[in-house]
């Protein structure tokens, strides 16, 4: 295993109140990882602090380096989790995507055809000029996919990235995930509450509630008892297997 | 009405009126899409502080307005990013206090007493070349700054923290702009008084917000709008030997109220093509 991040002893939180506490976690190269948890939970404190963008106790090491020296020079790609933002700005999708490449030392004209390309991936390019508050909810959300994408960044982190989202852009997004993953050696954290979708793509799942709820392989997850802790007694989950030849999928249920 | 412009003196103050009209309409927009405009009221009323402590002092107002508004801008950008303080209240305390201040210094000021009126809301007459020459330099900075951080500002005030992920230094970049802010205020309270100064860098933005969703063009507009009611400003104030601030506004709210129309009639042309698909 090719070691990529690693979260020392994290604790962090918001004046006083601790929301996350003392989390360990060591992150393999180029794997899907999902964090996991009930809303509350840390998710988006964790990432965030992951981002750079709160500040907190322990040690963040990516590549061997502290992360705060690493994002000196390197971009990450962050998606915020949805209804974080509000986007009444008079930017086009396409302008919006071109902030991924604000770092890269290319020609304005050079990051309009990057960033259209991007927008290209998420089914977007033929909205490239419409401005961003003129779209959906759903289409705002692939335009800032593709921004995440066009850093370029070897670290991917997404908050909920498919809240809202219809099926198959759903699909569509894990399977372009999947492949950029697998071209660029992408590692991936997403949070997710979909347990089913998101499994069936993870190759590593692990879940906070505060504490790191001791983690394992995804589909092992589903047969222990974590997710009832998680949870609650009375949901009830259906395995969902994914095999990436064809149209998928088996319904999930998370039931009361 | 023009005739305003056949007198060398009237010139260069429409000269020195339009540069500060560019320089307004260019922050304009973003203090608009920051929600800033109670600041740069509270930045503008504390220029008179400035201006007043320079009177009192016997030394330039243009200096002392200037440290004390870039000063009072910093505080007041501090008190917003920190958010220890609620910023409303510290604008509204402040300005007053700026107000009551400079009354008072000028009050106290021995021998000759200024117009006060002209300093609050702007007195064509007073503007000398040196005010010129200051637009001009306020110019070249903003300019310079809108060269080199337009584009991080912009993304900062789109979402401040995607901002920071791709290494922009949003915190340095809002006291410079908050920096910069307050030097513009200077500049346009001179041509418009301290009373008045901040709708000249409010309006053209809220106007212009209202005709397009392309923030560059929104600035085009902004900056043209600027130009429109500084001209018809000055030659209503020349004309009606009115106060130039007054005159100004007036113009200003008039494209603001046209904007609206616009937009309006734009909506429903809209909703009706709608009843028709
Ligand atoms: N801005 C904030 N200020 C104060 N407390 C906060 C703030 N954001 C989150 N919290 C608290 O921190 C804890 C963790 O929140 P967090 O947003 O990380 O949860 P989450 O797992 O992302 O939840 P969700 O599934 O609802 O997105 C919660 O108890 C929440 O009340
Ligand atoms: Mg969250």
Redesign the pocket.
Known sequence: MKQFLEIKSVTAG??G?V?ISNISIKLELGKFHVIM?P???????LIRAIAGLISYDGKIIVENVDIKKYRKKNSIGYLA?RGAQFYDFPLSALEVVEMGRYRFKETNHAKKEKSFEFLKEVRMASHAGVPIANLSGGQQQRVLIARALATESKLMLMD?PLTGMDPRTQSEFYEMLEHLKREHSLTVII?S?DVGFTTAYAENVFCINKCLVPHSEAVKLLEEPEITKLYGPNICLTKHYHTSSEEEDESEGEDA | MLEFLKLPFMQRTLIGGELVAIIAGMVSPILVFRKMSFMSVGISHGTFAGIALGIFLGISPLWSSMAFAVGLGIWIGFTSKTGKISEDATIGTLFSFSMAFGIVLISLSKGYHPDVMGYLFGDLLAISPSDVYFASVILLITVLWYLFRGKAIVYATFDEDFSKIVGIHVDFDYYIFMAIMALITVAVVRFVGVVLASSIMIAPAASAKMLSKKFSRIVMIAIFFGMISIFFGIAFSFSLNIPSGPSVVFTVTTIFLISLIIKWIRGKRGSNNVKMV
């Open positions: 918001y004046d109140h929301a948890g809303n509350g939970g840390g998710k988006t404190t989790q909920e949070s509450h």
